[in-house]
T-cell receptor, first 113, second 111 residues
Framework: NAGVTQTPKFQVLKTGQSMTLQCAQDMNHEYMSWYRQDPGMGLRLIHYSVGAGITDQGEVPNGYNVSRSTTEDFPLRLLSAAPSQTSVYFC????????????FGAGSRLTVL | QQQVKQSPQSLIVQKGGISIINCAYENTAFDYFPWYQQFPGKGPALLIAIRPDVSEKKEGRFTISFNKSAKQFSLHIMDSQPGDSATYFCAAYNYGQNFVFGPGTRLSVLP
């Protein structure tokens, strides 16, 4: 089992550019989420989804967009990248709202110049 | 309030020593308190977890102590090893809600 797969692992963008971070899981998990990790800030929730076709905002959603057309995939879109979005992004999933073990991907390091 | 506080921000321990990381929460609705371990370049992974109906849980060298009245919990790593060097996150969760993570503690165990 691959678990949670994130691509790309590294990305450099210029301010104003857009891009999509990909996340896929093969565990038939209903719940998927995106976090950003910044020094001293821990893991902050950006967006999450409790199933295909359902998404909601987390703690820091501004500047990001998500969709969930399938159970397996949960892409994160940066609409117009800003230097403040320089961070390490993690996708995480779990079986469902009542499941309490998050499985994380390996992360995507994004630098916005 | 959903915040989870964690201290210290960084910790240096000699090999064989005890590492202690502390966390505090405010929302009494939380009913599950996991610790995640993250090695450089990797995603966090579940290390150990506890529910508030017990005061302590031990798995090998790792122990969680839980104080429900004080709304605090801590991770103790006994006989710390260089391989334990990682960032540790405490978290809190309640059914149907999202996980709330502490800011993390970077542990370095010196050989």
């Amino acid at each position: 089992n691959a678990g949670v797969t994130q691509t790309p692992k590294f990305q450099v963008l210029k301010t104003g550019q857009s891009m999509t971070l990909q996340c896929a899981q093969d565990m038939n998990h209903e719940y998927m989420s995106w976090y950003r990790q910044d020094p001293g800030m821990g893991l902050r929730l950006i967006h999450y989804s409790v199933g295909a076709g359902i998404t909601d905002q987390g703690e820091v959603p501004n500047g990001y967009n998500v969709s969930r057309s399938t159970t397996e995939d949960f892409p994160l879109r940066l609409l117009s990248a800003a230097p403040s979005q320089t961070s390490v992004y993690f996708c995480a999933s779990t079986l469902g709202p009542g499941a309490n073990v998050l499985t994380f991907g390996a992360g995507s390091r994004l630098t916005v110049l | 309030q959903q915040q989870v506080k964690q201290s210290p921000q960084s910790l240096i321990v000699q090999k064989g020593g005890i590492s202690i990381i502390n966390c505090a929460y405010e929302n009494t609705a939380f009913d599950y308190f996991p610790w995640y371990q993250q090695f450089p370049g990797k995603g966090p992974a579940l290390l150990i977890a506890i529910r508030p109906d017990v005061s302590e849980k031990k798995e090998g060298r790792f122990t969680i102590s839980f104080n429900k009245s004080a709304k605090q919990f801590s991770l103790h790593i006994m006989d710390s090893q260089p391989g334990d060097s990682a960032t540790y996150f405490c978290a809190a969760y309640n059914y149907g809600q999202n996980f709330v993570f502490g800011p993390g503690t970077r542990l370095s165990v010196l050989p």
